[in-house]
C-alpha cells in the first residue's frame, strides 16, 4: 500500500512539474506583461467563437439546391400605404397586375394602418383602401389581400403596450375594421415584440377567432430565430434590443396563426455567401418548429441599404434564394405550406425582381 502510495506521488509530481513551471516564469513577468496576456486571451476568445459561427453559417450555403425547391404558388409581397392613401390610381393597379403574371405570389400584405399607440386604427389614414380591394378582387381573383397592421411596442419603444388588454381589445377591433373593408386576412407587423411576451401571445388568441369567423386569415411578421442558442437574451443584454426570438416562442407564435413571414433581412452579414448561409439556417429553424398546416415564408430583401445592419452587396435576392432552397431541400423539401415574400414593392427594382423569377420560379 506503501509502494502504492509513493507510485501515485511520484507520478503526480511528474505531471505537475510542467505547470509550477508556467507558475514560476508567470511570477517572475512584469505585472504589464500579465496584463497584456489577460487582455489578449479575454480579446481571442469571442474573436475565435465569431469565427467559429461564420464558419457555422457559411457551411449552410454549400451544395447545390434541389430542383423541387422552388414556387408552391403561395408566395407574398409587402405593399406600401400609398395603395391605400389615394396615391395609386387604376393604372397603377394595371401594372401591378403585369408584374405579378406568372409569378408564385398568392398575398399581398397591404400596409393599411399604422395603428395609433394606443391599438385603435383612425378610418382616415387608409380612405381608399375599399376601393382598393374592391378593383384588385376584379383584376386578381385568385390574389388574397391581408391588411398590415403595425406599430412599435414597449418596452423598448413608447408605443403599443401588448400587455395591456384595453390596447389588445382596439387592436382586435381594429382588425375587425379591416376585414370590413374588403380584406381577406389581417397581417401584424409589431417590433420589437421580445420573446417571453404574454401579452403578445394573447392578442392573437384573441384576434384569431375575429378572423376564422369571417373566414379570414391571420397572419404574422416574425423576427429571426437565435443563430445560437440564447442569443435574444445576450442582445438585450448588450444593447437593450430584441433582434431575435429563440425558436420555443417563434414556434408558439406560429402555432397561434394561419401563416408566419420571417424578416430574413438586416442580419449585418459582410459577404453574399455569409447571408446566403444565414438565410438557410433561419430556413431550417423555422421549418422545425413551424406546424404542417401553417403558410411558412421567408423574407427576401427587395430593398437596398448600405450600413452595418444591413450591407446592400451582400444582403441580395439571389443570395437569400439560393439559402431558401438549400434550407428547404435540407429539411422539409416536399412541405406545401411554403413560400417566400418579397419586402417591399416601393423600394424594389427590376433586378430584384428578376432574381426572384430567375431563382424561385423560373427554376429548370
Known amino acids: 500500500m506503501v509502494r502504492i502510495r509513493t507510485v501515485l506521488r511520484q507520478t503526480g509530481k511528474a505531471l505537475a512539474a510542467p505547470f509550477r513551471g508556467l507558475r514560476d516564469r508567470w511570477r517572475r513577468w512584469a505585472w504589464w506583461r500579465r496584463a497584456l496576456l489577460v487582455l489578449a486571451l479575454l480579446v481571442a476568445v469571442p474573436v ?18 434541389a430542383a423541387e425547391a422552388r414556387t408552391r404558388g ?19 393597379v394595371e401594372a401591378l397586375t403585369r408584374q405579378l403574371a406568372g409569378t408564385g405570389i398568392r398575398d399581398l400584405y397591404v400596409h393599411t ?23 384588385v378582387h376584379r383584376v386578381l381573383p385568385g390574389v388574397r389581400l ?16 401588448l400587455e395591456d388588454a384595453p390596447t389588445r381589445d382596439r387592436i382586435t377591433a381594429s382588425a ?9 386576412g389581417v397581417h401584424f407587423d409589431m417590433e420589437p415584440i421580445r420573446p417571453g411576451s404574454a401579452g403578445w ?25 437565435d443563430p445560437v442558442p440564447g442569443l435574444h437574451t445576450a442582445g438585450i443584454l448588450l444593447t437593450d434590443h430584441g433582434k431575435w426570438w429563440d425558436q420555443a416562442y417563434f414556434a408558439a407564435t406560429a402555432r397561434r396563426v394561419d401563416q408566419i413571414a420571417v424578416m430574413t433581412y438586416d442580419t449585418s452579414m459582410p459577404t453574399e455567401p455569409l447571408y446566403g448561409g444565414y438565410v438557410a439556417q433561419q430556413t431550417e429553424l423555422a421549418l ?23 450591407w446592400g452587396h451582400a444582403e441580395t435576392v439571389e443570395a437569400a434564394v439560393r439559402g431558401v432552397r438549400l434550407g428547404l431541400g435540407r429539411e422539409d423539401l416536399r412541405r406545401p405550406n411554403f413560400g417566400v415574400a418579397l419586402y417591399v414593392d416601393f423600394a424594389s427594382t427590376p433586378e430584384n425582381w428578376a432574381a426572384y423569377r430567375r431563382g424561385w420560379v423560373d427554376v429548370r
Open 288 to 310: 422545425q418548429v413551424t406546424p404542417a398546416d401553417v403558410d411558412l415564408l421567408i423574407g427576401l430583401p427587395f430593398y437596398w441599404d448600405d450600413k452595418w445592419g444591413h
Open 48 to 65: 475565435a467563437a465569431l469565427g467559429s459561427l461564420f464558419v457555422s453559417i457559411r457551411l449552410h450555403y454549400t451544395g447545390d439546391p
Open 146 to 161: 391581408q391588411g398590415w397592421l403595425g406599430d412599435e411596442v414597449k418596452p423598448e419603444k413608447d408605443a403599443l403596450d
Open 113 to 135: 394602418g399604422p395603428l395609433e399607440h394606443d391599438g385603435s386604427l383612425p378610418s382616415a389614414v387608409h380612405p381608399r383602401a375599399r376601393w382598393f380591394t374592391d378593383t
Open 74 to 92: 403561395r408566395d407574398a409581397v409587402w405593399l406600401g400605404h400609398a395603395w391605400v392613401d389615394g396615391r395609386k390610381t387604376e393604372a397603377d
Open 176 to 184: 375587425g375594421q379591416v376585414l370590413d373593408l374588403g380584406f381577406d
Open 201 to 225: 401571445l394573447t392578442l392573437l388568441d384573441q384576434v384569431r377567432p375575429v378572423t376564422a369567423a369571417r373566414g379570414a386569415k391571420l397572419s404574422v411578421a416574425a423576427p429571426q430565430i
